[in-house]
């Protein structure tokens, strides 16, 4: 009787041991990478693992109805800028999410495809380049668009 209760008290350590393991780490349950999940607005928040510097943006607004976007940026001109499209979610077997876009007014693509990842109910995501690794953003969720940045970029239209 003795020796069962070792045994027993030995599997109970071992099954605690196992499941304290310092390289378990917490797993944050991702959503689907969806148009009604992507719906609403997000800005960029870091790109390449740093902040934007101040003064420059990009804000993106998501309609999974018509699955359309608005765009507000100013980060690669000294001009804001306001840009319509349409964007597409496709999932890549060995990839994920992907995302695509197309600008209106026959502006052509988006520069690249974007694999989306760590899409949390939270409110952030990563996009990664699909034909560059090292190109990462994050997005965060926002309520909408700031007023000065909407003036700002239908100033220049």
Not at 72 to 100: H, N, W
């Amino acid at each position: 009787m003795k020796n069962i209760f070792k045994l027993m008290a030995m599997l109970a350590l071992v099954c605690c041991l196992s499941s304290c393991s310092d390289d378990d780490e917490p797993v944050v349950p991702t959503l689907d990478v969806t148009p009604a999940n992507l719906n609403g607005t997000w800005q960029l928040a870091e790109w390449n693992g740093q902040p934007l510097a101040e003064g420059l943006y990009c804000y993106i607004t998501f309609n999974r109805r018509e699955q359309t976007f608005e765009m507000y940026q100013k980060f690669d001109s000294m001009y804001a800028r306001y840009i319509t499209g349409s964007f597409d979610i496709e999932e890549d077997p060995y990839l994920g999410s992907v995302i695509s876009g197309e600008y209106d007014y026959w502006m052509g693509d988006w520069n690249s495809e974007y694999i989306v990842t760590d899409l949390l109910e939270s409110g952030s995501m990563i996009w990664t380049a699909k034909d560059n690794e090292s190109d990462v953003t994050k997005y965060v969720r926002c309520d909408k668009v700031p007023d000065e940045v909407v003036a700002e970029a239908r100033v220049t239209e």
